[in-house]
């Protein structure tokens, strides 16, 4: 496999003189307010998320960093693997294949932790994952990218975008800290802002994800092969890194944890790699696939979610139930061993002698058994 592409369009400054196509002249004028904006937003997702996260499950985790250890390993083993067997499998063009590969070398992305929180994973795993593997993503990425494309014989050079990692960082790390600390100081009222935290931060995601989809409509081809490998690509993370870390002797819940984390990427910094790295011509064939890709992580995210709450809801009901009956039969369990007990009193209460001096009769019933009374009476 070979692509076709000059040394000297790898220039940003070469590949900016070009006259770009419409939809990525849409793209490029809102590139800024899109990366403002989501900035701002996952700043402010990733305090309201930080509010979950406990100091002593934190430094669990880095003391035995057992699950992250999995993590890392789905997301710069499998992935990677996986965006190569389905390059060559579906027979891709050298600049789709390698934007199906740089996808799949990029760190988790952020939306990962909203759907973890949405099926009750493990919080500080997720945030612990998703950190780990952007600063992993230094050196795994352009290891990972070199050792699957160096038969290919590239000329074109790929940037990695180191400052978009360290932006990534900083956005991630400085909210997240101020959540910790806010669940430490005040611990009620992060549980507050942590619930309207996941419910606005969703709300965002899915309109700035909608809109940009829609703005940049002028970018997408029709080429179906990379819309199929965009809708499997995320299911096949999900399921394998369910798998591995089921296979792991993970629990349920850091499974799910991992599953999500695995599937989620960084589409952000996908697209930013390709703008750096090739030119207008090319970024109409790719372009596509990070904006479907993210797409369709979205909609399985959401699936993964509404599956999750309806299991969940079910399993709730089930135990409602089993709850009500047992509550009825202690209930009449109680009433009739109230009623034996009435008896029983009043029974004493009649067999009761008055005040007096005893008599010999009284004196022989006293000494009579209770059953014997109760059945003389």
């Not at 003189?17 to 700043?43: A, C, D, I, Q, W």
């Not at 250890?69 to 389905?86: E, I, N, S």
């Not at 990534?168 to 669940?183: D, K, W």
Request: proline share 5%.
């Amino acid at each position: 496999m070979r692509a076709n592409c000059s040394s000297s369009s790898a220039c940003p400054a070469n590949s900016s003189e070009e006259e770009l196509p419409v939809g990525l002249e849409v793209y490029g004028n809102l590139e800024l307010v899109f990366t403002v904006v989501s900035t701002v937003m996952m700043g402010l997702l990733m305090f309201s998320l930080g509010c979950s996260v406990e100091i002593r499950k934190l430094w669990s985790h880095i003391r035995r960093p057992w699950g992250i250890a999995v993590g890392l390993l789905c997301q710069f083993g499998l992935m990677p693997f996986t965006a190569y067997l389905l390059a060559i499998s579906f027979s891709l063009k050298p600049v789709q294949a390698i934007a199906v590969l740089i996808m799949g070398c990029c760190p988790g992305g952020t939306i990962s932790n909203i759907f973890t929180f949405w099926v009750d994973g493990d919080m500080d795993l997720s945030i612990t994952m998703t950190t780990c593997s952007t600063v992993a993503a230094l050196g795994m990425m352009p290891l990972c990218i070199y050792l699957y494309t160096w038969s290919w014989s590239l000329q074109q050079n790929l940037t990695i975008p180191y400052q978009n990692i360290g932006i990534t960082l900083v956005c991630l790390t400085i909210p997240v800290a101020f959540g910790v600390y806010v669940n430490y100081r005040w611990p009620k009222q992060s549980k507050i802002i942590l619930k309207i935290g996941a419910i606005v931060g969703g709300v965002l995601l899915l309109v700035v994800a909608v809109a940009g989809v829609v703005l940049a409509k002028g970018s997408w081809n029709s080429d179906i092969t990379l819309l199929t490998i965009s809708f499997i690509f995320p299911l096949i993370g999900h399921v394998t890194g369910f798998l591995l870390a089921l296979f792991t002797h993970q629990s349920w819940q850091r499974c799910r944890t991992i599953s999500l984390e695995t599937g989620a990427q960084n589409i952000q910094m996908c697209i930013t790699m390709l703008q750096l790295s090739f030119t207008a011509e090319h970024l109409v064939q790719m372009l596509s696939f990070p904006l479907a890709y993210g797409l369709f992580q979205l909609i399985d995210g959401f699936l993964i979610v509404a599956a999750y709450q309806t299991y969940k809801r079910r399993l709730k009901n089930k135990h409602g139930k089993r709850n009500s009956g047992c509550t009825e039969v202690c209930h009449t369990r109680k009433l009739t061993s109230s009623k034996e007990t009435n008896a029983f009193l009043e029974v004493n209460e009649e067999g009761a002698v008055t005040p007096g001096p005893p008599g010999p009769m009284d004196c022989h019933r006293a000494l009579e058994p209770v059953g014997h009374i109760t059945s003389c009476e």
